[in-house]
């Protein structure tokens, strides 16, 4: 996640001029206890991250499913198939899911009426939640998939509600793209809401921090870097998250002492985080017990599919769509994360000098950035990069190492 999908999916943008007007007047650093903030809102513990490269245990990489102009919808007639696509939803997969799912199903249904079994290709975060959604409108599923989780690249997303990053391009979209961008995000977001609670708490709200010594955080664009690591001009996407503002929390800019974080500036939100490990295992096990199959199957072309029984296809096969459709609209746009095992208590998120964190139950995740929303473009490397996972954990370590204890806690090194 880049600083404008952290900050627009915190609210943070929305705050910005109440914080700037909040800065004013905060003039101590020493208290613990923010004289403004009210008792009740103060922020919990802070767990502070075990920043050490030797505590990486994994990297992962992925290749968000890029379309300028936004998801792919259509439909498309093999002979007697009926197939409903639903791939291309760049770095907002995990959040416009379920809104996304319910329109292609609904699509689907028009499309073909009257049919009572669906296949859905695909087991990605597209792919699941789409099998679920035919299944709850009373269709018979089957859903066929090269990779199954952990397998599939959603299982290597950061796991945070950013419904517009890297979702299209301002200049290629059709001008029912806002609106129906909001209709997605606002079911998503409720069918999220259904998910809390749960065993294993495969979705929950936590805090989120922009941290920094110079400016209150904004989201400026920047320039963006071609695999060869050239500055070009940068694309321009959209950001449509002000439509959706209502959903989150505003962003607030803490009085200095408030947290122990270090930095000048300590803006505070929430959002939603996905524990996608135990999510991804949540969603197969609600569809196999409602009675789903899973096949493993690859198509390698569109006359494969018309070897499936079924009639009527929902087509979730993310950045696969491009070579199985001949689709070139998909480009590949590259994302690593380091993985830093998890910690007892440590639930929360933090965005400082470009680089993310977000601890999650199934690990801590890391992504510095270089340019923003901009790196990665057109970049199909799925190898993992160590040097650029080792320098993420040592922004966090810098950070960390200027952090003073909570509570006069003190560590004894022989101890
Ligand atoms: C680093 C990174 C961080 C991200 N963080 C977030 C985030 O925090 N929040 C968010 O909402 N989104 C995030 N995303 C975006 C999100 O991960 C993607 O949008 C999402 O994973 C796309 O899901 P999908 O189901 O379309 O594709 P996939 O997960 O790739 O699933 C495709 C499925 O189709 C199958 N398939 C493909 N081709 C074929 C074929 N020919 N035959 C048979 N089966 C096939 C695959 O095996 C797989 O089962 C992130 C992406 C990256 C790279």
Redo the contacts with the bound molecule.
């Keep these: 996640?880049d600083r404008r999908s952290f900050l627009q999916s915190t609210g943070a943008l929305a705050g910005l001029g109440v914080l700037n007007g909040c800065a004013k007047h905060v003039t101590t650093q020493a208290s613990t206890i923010a004289p403004t903030l009210p008792f009740y809102d103060l922020p919990g513990p802070i767990v502070p991250i075990r920043a050490d490269v030797d505590r990486i245990f994994r990297i992962t990489v992925?290749?968000?499913?890029f379309r300028a102009a936004g998801p792919c919808f259509d439909v498309e007639k093999l002979g007697t198939k009926t197939v409903v696509m639903n791939?291309g939803?760049?770095?907002?997969?995990?959040?416009?899911s379920w809104g996304s799912a319910d329109y292609a199903v609904r699509k689907a249904a028009e499309a073909l009426p009257g049919q009572r079994d669906i296949a859905v290709?695909?087991?990605?975060?597209?792919?699941l939640t789409a099998a679920l959604t035919a299944q709850r409108m009373g269709y018979t599923v089957t859903l066929?998939?090269?990779?199954?989780p952990p397998y599939?690249?959603?299982a290597?997303?950061?796991?945070?509600w950013?419904p517009d990053?890297r979702i299209a391009l301002q200049n290629a979209v059709t001008p029912a793209f806002a609106a129906d961008w909001e209709s997605m995000a606002r079911f998503s977001f409720g069918m999220y809401q259904s998910y809390l609670g749960a065993a294993g708490s495969p979705i929950e709200w936590t805090d989120r921090y922009a941290l920094s010594d110079d400016d209150p955080p904004s989201a400026k664009g920047s320039p963006r870097a071609n695999a060869a690591g050239e500055v070009e001009t940068s694309h321009e996407f959209i950001h449509l998250n002000n439509r959706i503002a209502d959903l989150t929390p505003k962003n607030q800019l803490l009085p200095p002492g408030a947290t122990p974080f270090p930095t000048k500036y300590v803006q505070r939100s929430s959002s939603l985080t996905?524990n996608v490990a135990g999510y991804s295992k949540q969603l197969l096990q609600e569809f196999q017990i409602a009675g789903g199959r899973i096949e493993t199957?690859?198509?390698?072309t569109p006359a494969d599919l018309t070897s499936l029984p079924q009639s009527l296809i929902v087509c979730?096969?993310?950045?696969?769509s491009r070579?199985?459709w001949g689709d070139e609209s998909v480009v590949p746009v590259r994302?690593?994360?380091a993985w830093l095992i998890p910690q007892e208590g440590a639930n929360y998120g933090i965005y400082y000098k470009r680089l993310n964190m977000l601890a999650r139950r199934d690990g801590i995740v890391i992504?510095p950035s270089v340019h923003g929303e901009q790196d990665g473009w057109n970049d199909t490397n799925e190898e993992p990069d160590r040097a650029e996972a080792e320098g993420g954990v040592k922004i966090l370590q810098e950070l960390y190492s200027r952090m003073k204890p909570q509570g006069g806690r003190q560590r004894n090194a022989s101890v």
Excluded: N
């Design positions: 996640m992925c290749l968000r499913p791939y939803h760049g770095g907002s997969g995990w959040s416009l290709i695909g087991a990605g975060a597209l792919g066929y998939a090269k990779e199954r599939v690249r959603s290597r997303a950061t796991g945070s950013t990053s996905f199957r690859e198509f390698h979730c096969t993310g950045y696969g070579a199985l994302g690593q994360i992504q």
